[in-house]
């Protein structure tokens, strides 16, 4: 598989490395997670180099490399260090369902930090449906390891949940409802923008109004729209003083339109591009995958 049609480079060359995550057996609305890893990577090729928001075309900047996909839970986590390189790179994993995200992250994050966590729910059970790593679990995972949460997009919960989300100390809520008021809001960007340190971005595809990306598996309604989710990235990428140590995008279903895929895409570029441009890769000699490919 690549990447906007750009050949892989070797992983030691790569500044970005995308992880195909197919696993989806732990999903409990619509089937077809596992295929979406494969399904953005196909529809990327229609989307432009260019990116109109910061100005350049990223890839002509970088290298990138696709990595064989993965697709059994207990190998995600020494698939996901066999990716690790001393270099600068970013790894974004492709799922999947979010039960991935504590597995990634045990194999990226070696001491706790911040995860800034995108989704319409909290994902808090300690189990659910007698399965401990189910994919409505991945955040009480993630505390229980020490890690600091922003929750931002939520707007389903289970009771207990509710009660979580308010008293635990290690957790920043933002519910869907509640970022319509523009106090709200701006106190998330606020708090995103006070990031210094470690930071791990995980972005469940159903934080998005259904109504924009149909293709998630569990629905609601309600949801972010594209521009609120790149002026977050705005503020992460350049903004703060963040050390992405790494992303995932997960709970994507591909559909027939491809609207949802689509719309991952361009998601997938824009964290590339606000990354690249943190990191100064602007500045570099344009040597990057898209010098590579012939086109007009």
Known sequence: ME???LANVPLEEADVVIQRVAFGESVSGGEGTELAPDAILEISEQIEYYDE???????KYMSVCVSDSVSEYDKIKSHTESL????NQLLISLGGDHSITPKITEALLK???TILFLDAHAD???SYMGNEFSHATPSHHLLKAGHKMIMVGIRSLFETEAVRV???ANIDYFSDRALRKESVKEKLFETIRALDGDVYLSIDMDVFNPAIVPGVGTPQPGGIDYYFATDILEA???DSKAKI???DMVELVPEASTVSQTFAANLLQKIISYWGKSQGFDKRKATGSQTKVAYE
């Open 111 to 113: 001491r706790p930090t």
């Open 236 to 238: 992460l990428f350049l």
């Open 84 to 87: 690790v390189r001393p270099k």
């Open 53 to 59: 928001d910061m100005e350049w075309s990223p890839m």
């Open 3 to 5: 990447y906007q049609e």
């Open 166 to 168: 308010k008293t635990d």
């Open 124 to 126: 808090l059970r300690e």
């Open 245 to 247: 140590k790494g992303v």
